[in-house]
């Protein structure tokens, strides 16, 4: 059965599929950058672990009224952490059956990480909102379309090299939702606090990936 939790993870990608991913060496304002993705169209940011000082990010933009993700969760620690402080998904960067389990717990929405066929079989069957397809660059989005034959349901995420010369295609070929990296958030204007920057990269990101949707192959997995 999905959970709740996963049910509106899905559906808000299924409206807005953009996820923001954060890797920098600082983050001046949380709540700030948050502010200044949405200003160019996308709603959705994960703060990863490999940052310092996550925990606190997530609880600065989430106070301040967004839905907020933690990325990179390799242990049920950080995952316990990351829920505390207010995170409303969290993402690992492969199958992390500890990680799945305490956001099953928590009613957290997990997305957990996968490559290979077998690899996407194993985190649905371990409960995952949405499977990140990553590095999603190592086969581009035809791969999409592969996947899509054995597991026609199943809600795929592209991470990994996706940027605005080819989220679209991802889309269109059966990505349920894209994460922009550093092509929309690069670590230096993130430390720089260079807003200004970033709501232009998000809306140049958010108007090249188009409607996608409606040139999708078949019918749309969600």
Not at 39 to 53: K, L, Q, V, W, Y
Not at 137 to 153: C, I, N, T
Not at 192 to 207: H, K, P, Q, S
Request: with cysteine; net charge neutral; aromatic share 6%.
């Amino acid at each position: 059965m999905t959970r709740p939790a996963a049910t509106e993870l899905r559906a808000a990608l299924a409206e807005d599929p953009v996820i923001a991913v954060i890797r920098a060496p600082r983050i001046p304002d949380a709540a700030a950058l948050c502010e200044a993705l949405a200003a160019g169209g996308i709603h959705r940011t994960e703060f990863t672990f490999t940052t310092p000082g996550t925990p606190g990010h997530l609880a600065d933009a989430s106070a301040a009224g967004h839905r907020v993700g933690a990325g990179t969760v390799l242990t049920a620690e950080q995952a316990e952490q990351a829920i505390a402080a207010g995170a409303f998904f969290l993402v690992t960067p492969g199958l992390r059956p500890a990680v799945a389990e305490t956001a099953r717990t928590a009613g957290v929405a997990a997305v957990l990480g996968a490559l290979t066929p077998t690899e996407v079989a194993e985190a649905l069957d371990l409960g995952a909102a949405a499977v990140k397809v990553f590095p999603a660059k190592a086969f581009g989005p035809g791969y999409f379309s592969d996947l899509r034959g054995p597991f026609p349901d199943a809600p795929l995420i592209a991470s990994g090299g996706v940027t605005s010369r080819n989220a679209a295609q991802f889309l269109a070929h059966g990505a349920l939702a894209v994460c922009a990296g550093t092509d929309v958030v690069p670590p230096a204007a993130v430390a720089d606090g260079d807003w200004a920057e970033i709501t232009r990269r998000a809306r140049v990101f958010t108007l090249a990936r188009g409607s996608a949707r409606n040139r999708r192959n078949g019918p749309c997995p969600i």
